[in-house]
């Protein structure tokens, strides 16, 4: 059984209102941490940065605003579901990114086939992988912030 799945996206980072350049994103989701995806920017002359958040959080964001503190996740437009802002932010340092709602939710859908939403206490030994998983996001969130400083 596969126990991950990925895919790549081409996103617009909106560096300003007049000023926005296409670049290749990562999408990832393991079934060894199943509440979370992982999204890695490789912007222009950068390392790549990897960003990890709830899974909801992402299939909540496509059709209505959501998330509080460093990601924050809407419909780029309330009439259509078309496009997708998120928004990532370090400090005072923000990042906004519009991807097409329609590769995220294939994703996401693939994902599901996966481990469907709801049943990830189910895999194994849930406290165990919550500690790693935990443990991975807080070394990656500090990988973050020593390579944005």
């Known amino acids: 059984m596969r126990e991950s799945v990925q895919a790549e996206v081409m996103m617009s980072f909106l560096v300003s209102e007049e000023l926005s350049f296409r670049i290749p994103v990562e999408l ?17 002359g950068d390392a790549p940065v990897t960003w990890a958040f709830g899974r909801e959080l992402l299939l909540d964001g496509i059709n209505k605003p959501c998330g509080e503190g460093d990601v924050h996740i809407a419909p780029a437009s309330s009439e259509e579901l078309s496009d997708v802002r998120i928004r990532l932010q370090v400090g005072s340092d923000r990042a906004v990114f519009r991807a097409g709602a329609a590769p995220l939710v294939a994703f996401l859908d693939r994902t599901d086939r996966l481990v469907p939403l709801g049943q990830e206490r189910s895999l194994g030994d849930f406290e165990m992988s919550l500690d790693e998983a935990l443990d991975r996001i807080f070394a990656e969130s500090r990988q973050n912030e020593q390579n944005a400083g």
């Open 28 to 44: 990832r989701y393991d079934a060894g941490d199943p509440y979370a995806v992982r999204l890695t920017f490789h912007l222009p």
